[in-house]
């Protein structure tokens, strides 16, 4: 038996057994060795594309910061530009309308005159300014109590057609359909102008009370305008502006009136707006 048991033996480990036995074993160390290749590229393609996309997110947002920096730097140069041209622009609006503004003043010294002052040649002296400064138009807009309004329209109206110069307007300038006067407009009135005689029938922003002043336009650089005797004291924002520049002037006169009782410089306050 114990014969047997070693034929049995070296034939298993003959020759060509073991050429299969080292065979098979190569071919399952080869398919360790491929699998792990594949491990490895797979590791390294995942690792890449992880590199990759933090670099990409980095460049992302480092390209993002630069364009919102960029965007932000090139406003804001564009903005100080913009809001230096349009003070400038503010400021030259500004001084046309005190220029002429000391033109009439100049002409008419005599502060109990007004508003029952015009002035000759207003159209060719103010276009002449105009060419100078930004503004479009300009006008002379007295302020007019309302117990002296039916005096002082009458006055107007003589200038206009009668006494004008070099040479009066048609007898039709600033007529509405109810006839003569300071006007507003309602649109829901049923005429062909849609104006009516404005006797200042409203209240002051200063106090509520009903108004004492209407501020008609007397003068424009375009002549005969139908925009003649239109109120701009009716009109909310501008009636605003006209109350508080009054406030300001009478507080300014009485500041003044109490420096120069006391032999002090006078205020150089501008209540212009």
Sequence with gaps: MAGTGDAVAEASLSPGNAAKIFSKSQGNNGRQDSDAVWRARILFIVCLSCVAATLGLAAYKLLSATEYDLTVTQFESIADRALSEAVEIAKQKRWSGITMSSVIAHMHPNADAYPFVTVFGFESIV???LNTSRNLDMGWVPIVQVQDQSEWEDYIYDFYHTSRLPEPWP?????????KGIY?????????DHRFHDTGNYNSTV?????TIVAPIAQTNDGAHPVLLFNLHRD??????????ITCSEERAQTDASKEAKG????????GV
């Design 236 to 245: 909310p924002v501008r009636r605003k502006a006209i109350d508080d520049m």
């Design 184 to 192: 507003f407009i309602n649109p829901t009135l049923n005429s062909s």
């Design 207 to 211: 106090d509520g009370k009903p108004t």
């Design 264 to 271: 002090r410089v006078l205020s150089n306050v501008d209540c």
């Design 127 to 129: 276009n002449n300014l």
């Design 171 to 179: 007898n039709t300038t600033a007529m509405s359909s109810f006839g």
